[in-house]
């Protein structure tokens, strides 16, 4: 995405912040906007305009904040500034005004956008900023662009001591400059054994992750550097740093060092990888740095994921949000007055298997307070806001799935093949396909069944499909865009019989 930040901002930018200025921004949802058709009904989408990242993913107080890049003046990425929502249940949300925005100077032409980063709660003011022990602080990219001089992006604060609903920018930004045209995306936690904040962030084009501590938020130290491993086909972003539970090791944790980057299926594409090992304090160190790539999602449309903040202890529950769109096709996507949205946040731990540690993710529980009636005739599952859970007889023939979002002509697969022993998602035959040449695509990835089984876990959200395989070690996200308004479900096998045991629920909405 690197050629985005060519695009010339100066003089037009200064025009255009007069006018947008003038302009209300329009963030409280409005129900008539949510049935487009292509809508999700259950993901998170904000009701206009354009949006990327998940940013300041944070816990407080009963709500889960979700700020994200958001253009607040147009349908494609530009003007890159915090939107806000927050929700109780990880499902329901209530859109919230604008968090963090900045206007160019009316006089250099110089502008600054606010680009990814992380909300920590600063309970004991370590900052000096706050006023009561609810106050949270944003750490993000100021992608700075002056006239004549280019670009730079360093590190900034802003403080809100009102939950989130109002901020103020620190007097003294930016908190971390290296000089340096790419370097971005931090995320800060708190680490508890030496009581002090760690921000993870990249530098991009050499595939580097580097670690900082501080006392304050303010005083940033260089500790150590990750990289030269894994997928470096792609520039890196958006890193996270974080402990994860180990499913079949009881008590035992280990460290996820995630970010974003390449595709399983190469840099046409970008996608998410992720490192499992141990941080000290001072530096993170993978379990095995020969192995291949391991990545988090398999579908074309999961990026930029990070983890909540501030969850608490007796919750323990580590959740993640990416967003689901890909670059190579971003500001393509056929949807209005909206472009962009959120996938269903996932719980994560690790899965000791004998190649190493996998990554386990599996959609937050709550969603399960969505079904209706349990659709129990095999034949007349219907609809396009879905959950399917779905077993497959794997080897009694060539291949065996579901085809979902089925109308006359339209249909998208997930099947599984038993003689590659693959997985796969085909969205080539799935509606409007043709606003991108690589979009009508098939996503593949080998799975093993269990006894002979392989699980599915399938959320349909309009134009979202979500895949949780044998509960969830290994997972798909796509868009697909059906141009109709009717569909229906159903399984096939093919050179062989094999049964395909469906259970299916058509979901609410959230946003009626
Ligand atoms: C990732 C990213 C980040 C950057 C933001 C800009 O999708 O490119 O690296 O901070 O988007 O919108």
Known sequence: MQFRFTIPFGLIALLFACAAKEKKQ?????????????????????????????????????EYHLFYQYNPYGTTWGHMSWGHAVTKDLLHWEHLPVAITE??????????????????IDKNNTSGLCESKDCMVAIYTSHVHAMGEGKVQHQSL????????????????????????????PKVFWYEPEQKWVMALVIPDLYKVQLYQSKNLIEWKLMSEFGDMGDTLRIWECPDLYQLPVDNESGKKKWVLSLSGSHPQGPTFVGMQYFVGEFDGTRF????????????????????????????????????????NNWTYGNLLPTAPWRGAMALPRVLSLRKQEEGYRLIQKPV??????????????????????????????AA??????????TGTEETIIGYNSETR???????HSGETGFNKDFGSIERATVYPINGIIKLHIFIDHSIVEVFVNDG???????????????????????????????????NSVWR
């Open 422 to 428: 693959e997985l796969f998602l085909d969205r080539t």
């Open 103 to 120: 206007y160019p100077d009316a006089l250099t032409g110089d502008s600054t956008m606010i680009f990814s980063g992380t909300a920590v």
């Open 158 to 185: 802003a403080y809100s001591n009102d939950r989130g609903r109002t901020w103020k920018r620190y007097g003294k930004n930016p908190v971390l400059d290296s000089k340096r045209k790419d370097f971005r995306d």
């Open 397 to 406: 023939s060539k291949e065996a799935g579901v085809k979902v979002l089925k």
């Open 473 to 507: 070690e290994l997972t798909f996200c796509e868009s697909v865009f059906t141009t109709q308004k009717n569909a229906t479900v159903e399984t096939y096998s093919k050179e062989g019989t094999s049964e395909v045991r469906i259970k299916a629920w058509e979901l």
């Open 285 to 324: 160190i993978a379990d095995d740095t020969k192995q291949p790539p391991r990545y988090v999602d398999h579908g074309k449309d999961f990026y930029a994921g990070i983890v909540y903040n501030n969850i608490p202890e007796e919750d323990g529950r580590t959740i993640m949000i990416g967003w689901v």
């Open 26 to 62: 329009d963030t409280i949802a409005d129900s008539s906007v949510y049935t487009e058709i292509h809508r999700p009904q259950f993901h998170f989408s904000p009701p206009t305009n354009w949006i990327n990242d998940p940013n300041g993913l944070v816990y407080l107080d009963g």
């Open 365 to 394: 529980s709550s969603i399960s307070s969505l079904r209706r009636t349990e659709i129990t005739d095999k034949n007349k599952i219907s609809g396009k806001a879905l959950e399917l859970e779905i077993e497959i007889q794997a």
